[in-house]
């Protein structure tokens, strides 16, 4: 049994030969197990069940997973919200941070088994999932001219503030919004505000922008790629399926898409 996610510090326990293959492991807490009355907060997702793990709670998450596979851990700080990747599939929002949160969280991994072994990556090496940052979004509206010129008065190298990037998103969208009203059919504006909503959580706008992006371009991947992943989170499997499925059709050989296409399709 494994488990992964974030957890605050936790108490050290003194290990010795007599307790370690017994007692120790047995009343080790998995990611996410810690009680609500605890000062300690954590989440996790559990390989043997697939359940999201939240300060104690649990829900059913996701799929299963085993020896070889990828389990990705991602912290939104902007709407302070976790989610989790399967070989570079995302599964959704697990669970929020609280309103009001002030502390250090630690990754964390929980093992229930004896002689397992994992191999973590901190981003010294590319991530299976790729998670678009507001980073990626500046630094392609920095090589356009589309946008009004106002953008990059308030796009700066060192804006590394969770507020200033919170008003970031909002200024952006707004931006984009604008020139949308001029071009409704613009392409790339529909497609970064449908990143962007998506970043947010706001898959029913993400849903909204990707579509229209689909009607003027009905073989744009990454519209594609984006809108199955979202109904696969939301849990409509159906339309997640036809959209891996036309994404396959165009490229036939997208690893992505394959791996997607048999997640979605075992999950029905």
Known sequence: MIGVGYCT???????????????????????????????LWDCGYHGDDGYSFY?????????TYTTGDIIGCYLNCINKMVFYTKNGINLGIACNLPDIWKGILYPCVGFRSQDGSVEVNFGHKQFKYYAMT?????????????????????????????????????????????SLEKNQRGVFELSYRGKIYFIMGEYDKALEDL?????????????????????????????????LKKLLEIKSKDTWATGAFRLVAGSQ
């Open 9 to 39: 510090k936790q108490s050290d326990k003194e290990i010795d030969d007599s307790n370690i293959k017994t007692d120790y492991i047995n009343d080790m807490l998995m990611p996410g197990q810690e009680s609500k009355e605890s000062e």
């Open 55 to 63: 300060s104690g709670s649990s829900e059913p998450y996701g799929p």
């Open 134 to 178: 507001y980073e990626d979004i500046k630094n392609k509206l920095n090589t356009l001219e589309r946008i009004n010129v106002k953008i990059k008065n308030w796009i700066k190298p060192d804006n590394a503030l969770l507020l200033k990037y919170q008003t970031s998103f909002a200024d952006l969208v707004d931006e984009l919004t604008k």
């Open 211 to 243: 579509t229209r992006l689909l009607e003027i371009e009905p073989d744009n991947l990454t519209a594609l790629k984006y809108r199955g992943e979202i109904n696969y989170m939301m849990k409509r499997y159906n339309e997640s399926i036809a959209d």
